[in-house]
């Protein structure tokens, strides 16, 4: 078992170039999704597939300026849920954590299989709906646009989006986000 490599490797890149699709990819990445926990087994989580060329070309207008880069996508999985789909116990609502955990595994199983799998919050909700017909009451939680790493840098990217390709983006250390025993943060 080697967790830990996947995670270490999985990187928001944005220079992609293109890589196959195939049904076997996609219910490879499902499957990962489908076997993880969630509470009361609730599976929240729904996704949509674009890979389509019309399709992508469509959800291309649906991105934020920021991420042109994501154009190169071969695959955009889009990822929807519902308050209602999972428990809500008084002010917890467990659906998007349950989702994030789902959507994690997925990526990480991509990062395993040598794919980019990067997940976006810079897009139109409202234009995404309308060109895959998903009703206003389902969230549409994240894109993750699926491609290969290339070598070649996106000529779009901004000087720090060509910084973050080198360099992973800087982190918190440890002790900021970890508590022992007792919450105390300075
Ligand atoms: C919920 C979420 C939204 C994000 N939105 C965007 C986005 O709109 N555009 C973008 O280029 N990257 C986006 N990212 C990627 C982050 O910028 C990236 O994960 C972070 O800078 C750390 O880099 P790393 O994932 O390569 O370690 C998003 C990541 C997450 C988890």
Redo the contacts with the bound molecule.
Sequence with gaps: MDVKEAIRK?????SLEPVEVTEDLENDLAECAQITASCFNNQPWRYIFVYDPEMLKKMHEAL?Q??E??QKASMIIVVISKKDYDCVIRDREYFLFDTGMATANLILRATELGLVA??????SPRKVREILGIPDDVNVI?LVIVGKKSKDLNPVLSEK?VE?EKN??E?ISLDKFVFINIYKPK
Excluded at 10 to 14: D, G, K, N, Q
Aim: glycine residues 10%; hydrophobic residues 25%.
């Design positions: 999985r990187r928001a890149y944005r934020s920021g991420n880069w994501a990067h997940p976006i919050a810079g897009y994240t989006q973050a992973r983006p982190r």
